[in-house]
C-alpha cells in the first residue's frame, strides 16, 4: 500500500480567489487523479505580517515557519503566480527567499503562471524556471501558462490550457509514483 502524495501549492496572487488559484486546483485535480493525495494550498497573500515583515528565517512567524516545512516536505509543489511588471510578484518571491537552499533538490515541481496576454507566457522559461534552477528542483519540462482570456471569472475554459496540464502531469508521474511505492517498501535487515 503507498502512502498519500504530500502536495503542496504556492499561489503567488495578491487576490482571493483569483486565476492563478483556479488554475493550480485545475492542476491539482489532475494529479489527484488515480492516486491519493494530502493537498495544502499556501497563498502567500494571506501569510500576514508574521510573513511581510521577516527579514530572516528566525524572524518569521510559527504559522509560516510551519507552511515552508511544508514546501522543503512535499512530493510535489506545484507553484503558480500572476505575471506583475514581467516577473513573478513580490511575496512570492519573498516566500522563497526563505526556502533552504538544498531542500527542493530534486523535487518535482510544475510551473504554472497567468497574465494579462499571452506576450507574458515566457516568464515560466524567463523567470521561473531559474528561480527553480537554483533549488536544483525537477522542474516538469511542460510549464502551464494561462492568459485572462482562458478564463471566465475564475473557471479555465481554454482546452489547449487543460491539454498542457495533463501532458506536464504525465511528464512526472511515473516518478511520483516510483517514490510513493518506494516509500512504502519495508525495511528489509541485511545480514
Not at 482570456?149 to 479555465?156: E, K, M, P, Q, S
Not at 508521474?173 to 541485511?190: E, F, I, K, Y
Request: hydrophobic residues 45%; negative net charge.
Amino acid at each position: 500500500m503507498t502512502r498519500a502524495l504530500r502536495v503542496v501549492s504556492v499561489n503567488g496572487s495578491y487576490s482571493t480567489p483569483s486565476k492563478t488559484g483556479a488554475l493550480i486546483d485545475v492542476v491539482i485535480d489532475q494529479v489527484s487523479i488515480g492516486r491519493t493525495a494530502d493537498v495544502r494550498r499556501i497563498e502567500v497573500s494571506t501569510l500576514g505580517p508574521g510573513f511581510t515583515g521577516a527579514l530572516t528565517r528566525e524572524a518569521l512567524s510559527a504559522e509560516v515557519l510551519e507552511q515552508l516545512e511544508a514546501v522543503e516536505n512535499a512530493d510535489l509543489l506545484i507553484v503558480g503566480t500572476p505575471v506583475f511588471r514581467g516577473s513573478y510578484t513580490g511575496l512570492f518571491k519573498h516566500f522563497f527567499d526563505f526556502v533552504n537552499q538544498y531542500a527542493l533538490a530534486n523535487r518535482p515541481v510544475i510551473l504554472v503562471a497567468t497574465g494579462g496576454s499571452d506576450r507574458h507566457a515566457l516568464v515560466l522559461e524567463h523567470e521561473l524556471r531559474p528561480l527553480f534552477g537554483f533549488f536544483q528542483a525537477a522542474t516538469a519540462p511542460v510549464g502551464i501558462y494561462a492568459s485572462s482570456g482562458d478564463f471566465d471569472r475564475t473557471i479555465l475554459l481554454n482546452p489547449e490550457t487543460y491539454a498542457r496540464i495533463e501532458i506536464a502531469v504525465a511528464d512526472i508521474a511515473s516518478a511520483l509514483d516510483r517514490q510513493l511505492a518506494t516509500d512504502a517498501m519495508p525495511l528489509t535487515r541485511q545480514h
